[in-house]
T-cell receptor, first 115, second 113 residues
Framework: DAGVIQSPRHEVTEMGQEVTLRCKPI?????LFWYRQTMMRGLELLIY????????DSGMPEDRFSAKMPNASFSTLKIQPSEPRDSAVYFC?????????????FGQGTRLTVV | SQKIEQNSEALNIQEGKTATLTCNYT??????LQWYRQDPGRGPVFLLL???NEKEKRKERLKVTFDTTLKQSLFHITASQPADSATYLC????WGGGNKLTFGTGTQLKVEL
């Protein structure tokens, strides 16, 4: 498997524009996570899905953020409208829950810059 | 509030020495604790997992300890090499299953020749 695939790798957009980040999890994994990483706050969990269903979105900072998982092989994170403070690296991760622990497999991330 | 603390200052050590990184947490009772490595421009990569009822876990040159009384985990790299230079993140998993991994901010390790 190619691992978790995210696109684009880099995104530069103007304030107020809509941004869509994409993720393809590892085939067969039943959990998908969206994280945001900044120098100040580290790696923060935004939302996670189980079997395509959003389970916990308490980390989503504002209503400007939304995430969908229409099927087991694709998820999007959308920011509308974008603001400069949204600039960060956004990671998607997936895992397969066995009995007990599950390691998370991360994608390469999308570096978002809002100017 | 819940907090995970890792040394924010970079750790510089000499090749061949043992590197020890610390992860302290408060207001958690994690079922599992995980350690990840992150290289610049890349996503974190899983290294080791330790359960609350385990004291120590080893994998090649890596060793992790988990003291639920002290609320602390130590991560050791023995015979360190320049290739071990990276940022190391600890993550707490309160219930198991990796559903709500909460990460520390990481410690940057630099192994010098």
């Amino acid at each position: 498997d190619a691992g978790v695939i995210q696109s684009p790798r880099h995104e530069v957009t103007e304030m107020g524009q809509e941004v869509t980040l994409r993720c393809k999890p590892i085939s067969g994994h039943d959990y998908l996570f969206w994280y945001r990483q900044t120098m100040m706050r580290g790696l923060e969990l935004l939302i996670y899905f189980n079997n395509n269903v959003p389970i916990d979105d308490s980390g989503m900072p504002e209503d400007r953020f939304s995430a969908k998982m229409p099927n087991a092989s694709f998820s999007t994170l959308k920011i509308q409208p974008s603001e400069p403070r949204d600039s960060a690296v956004y990671f998607c991760a997936s895992s397969l829950r066995l009995q007990g622990a599950a390691e998370a497999f991360f994608g390469q991330g999308t570096r978002l810059t809002v100017v | 509030s819940q907090k995970i603390e890792q040394n924010s200052e970079a750790l510089n050590i000499q090749e061949g020495k043992t590197a020890t990184l610390t992860c302290n947490y408060t207001n958690y009772s994690p079922a599992y604790l995980q350690w990840y490595r992150q290289d610049p421009g890349r996503g974190p990569v899983f290294l080791l997992l330790i359960r609350e009822n385990e004291k120590e876990k080893r994998k090649e040159r890596l060793k992790v300890t988990f003291d639920t009384t002290l609320k602390q985990s130590l991560f050791h790299i023995t015979a360190s090499q320049p290739a071990d230079s990276a940022t190391y993140l600890c993550a707490l998993d309160p219930w198991g299953g990796g559903n709500k991994l909460t990460f520390g901010t990481g410690t940057q390790l630099k192994v010098e020749l």
